[in-house]
Each structure stands twice: as structure tokens, then as C-alpha cells.
């Protein structure tokens, strides 16, 4: 089956650094991938979809200037996080959508867990 | 896309037949309805979807209502790996908007 990997899977970094998150389907071309954050005990919201070679749609209350998103290719897309803060803190997911198998389904990373101190 | 409704939490003996209910009442005529589960600090897996068949896959069976306002997720023999939250979402497949919502899910526990 189509297999979606994120790296780091945790990362931790002091407030105000900047944390990149990569996103890469292994054996399919993906042109488009999701940004999804979840914080403790809720649900997943999507931040942002992302499609190869142009700019993201980033989701009403996303800030875009803060969640920095790159989707230079059909099998990867970055999700930087500029100027972290404490409230950053989150689970973060992506998933990648297989453009050859209908209909259109979207595949999930295993997640990377930030924590900002 | 339609709003869906699903219990907060169920219990399940480990062996028996695990059935997750969903409310989708308001789901139009080219919405399907997926599942999709969520094992804790995971990233979401794909079970199952339809539109108006009843499906059955390796994984579980899907019955939709002949109305289609609701669906249950069939999990025959549960197992402890079961434990998740499970996500019922109804879309339309449309290559230009492909979002998927996320309600709160039911979260499933399997007991030994």
C-alpha cells in the first residue's frame, strides 16, 4: 500500500527557533499533500493543502507567514514552523493524495511530535 | 461537506463484533462516507468507504441505511489493537477539493 513518511517523528526546540518537518510519499507521486495539526485529546484540523510546483491554500486562522510550506516535488512537501512558541506545541500530520488510484484517496504520515520550550 | 454525529466512547469485549454507529442526516446524493481510524500518537488509517452498497473489506464491513442519513462500521472479531478513535467523515470526490473534516470521533477501547 501507498506508505507516507515524516521526519523528524519529535522534535524539541527553544522558543523563537524555526523547526522544518518533511513530508515524503515513498512510492507514489503525490500532487497534492494536507498539513493537519492536533493538539492533546482533540481532533485533527487542517492547516494547509499544498500542491506541486505553486503556493499553498492555507485553512481561515492559519497563519501563512508562520507555517511555511514548500511543495517542491511529487513526493516531498516541508511544513516549517518560523519563530516557534510554546502554543506551537502540537502533534503535526500530513498526508499525501496517490494522483494514479481512485478515487483520490489521501494517505497518512505517522505524525511528528513538536514540543517548544 | 456534511456534519456527522458519533458516540464520544464505546467498550468492546476482545472476540466480539465491534458496530460504530454515525449520523449523517444532512449527507447529499454524491457524498460518500469513509472511516477512517486513529491509534494513539499515529497518524490516521484508512478502513473503509461507500455511497450506497453495503462494503466489506479485509479490514471491516460498512452498512449504509437505505436512506443514507446513517452507517455503522462493523469490526467482526475485535482485537486489542482495535483501541483507537475512529473518525466516520462524508465527502464528495471532486478532484478539486479533496479536504477531509474531522469530527471528534468515537474512541473505541477493546477489553480484554
Known amino acids: 500500500g501507498a506508505v507516507v513518511s515524516q521526519h523528524p517523528s519529535r522534535v524539541i526546540c527553544k522558543s523563537g527557533t524555526s523547526v522544518k518537518i518533511e513530508c515524503r510519499s515513498l512510492?507514489?507521486?503525490?500532487?497534492?499533500m494536507f498539513w493537519y495539526r492536533q493538539f492533546p485529546k482533540q481532533s485533527l484540523m487542517l492547516m494547509a493543502t499544498s500542491n506541486e510546483g505553486s503556493k499553498a491554500t492555507y485553512e481561515q486562522g492559519v497563519e501563512k507567514d508562520k507555517f511555511l510550506i514548500n511543495h517542491a516535488s511529487l513526493t516531498l512537501s516541508t511544513l516549517t514552523v518560523t519563530s516557534a512558541h510554546p502554543e506551537d506545541s502540537s502533534f503535526y500530520i500530513c498526508?499525501?493524495?496517490?494522483?494514479?488510484?481512485?478515487?483520490?484517496?489521501?494517505?497518512f504520515g505517522p505524525g511528528t511530535r513538536l514540543t517548544v520550550t | 461537506d456534511a456534519k456527522t454525529t458519533q458516540p464520544p466512547s464505546m467498550d468492546c469485549a476482545e472476540g466480539r463484533a465491534a458496530n460504530l454507529p454515525c449520523n449523517h442526516s444532512?449527507?447529499?446524493?454524491?457524498?460518500?462516507v469513509y472511516w477512517y481510524r486513529q491509534i494513539h500518537s499515529q497518524g490516521p488509517q484508512y478502513i473503509i468507504h461507500?455511497?450506497?452498497n453495503n462494503e466489506t473489506n479485509e479490514m471491516a464491513s460498512l452498512i449504509i441505511t437505505e436512506d443514507r442519513k446513517s452507517s455503522t462500521l462493523i469490526l467482526p472479531h475485535a482485537t486489542l489493537r482495535d483501541t483507537a478513535v475512529y473518525y466516520c467523515?462524508?465527502?464528495?470526490?471532486?478532484?478539486?477539493?479533496?479536504?477531509?473534516?474531522f469530527g471528534t470521533g468515537t474512541r473505541l477501547t477493546i477489553i480484554p
Open positions: 512510492d507514489f507521486q503525490a500532487t497534492t
Open positions: 444532512t449527507i447529499s446524493g454524491n457524498e460518500y
Open positions: 498526508s499525501a493524495r496517490d494522483i494514479m488510484e481512485g478515487p483520490y484517496e489521501q494517505y
Open positions: 467523515i462524508v465527502r464528495v470526490i471532486n478532484f478539486g477539493n479533496e479536504k477531509l473534516t
Open positions: 461507500g455511497l450506497k
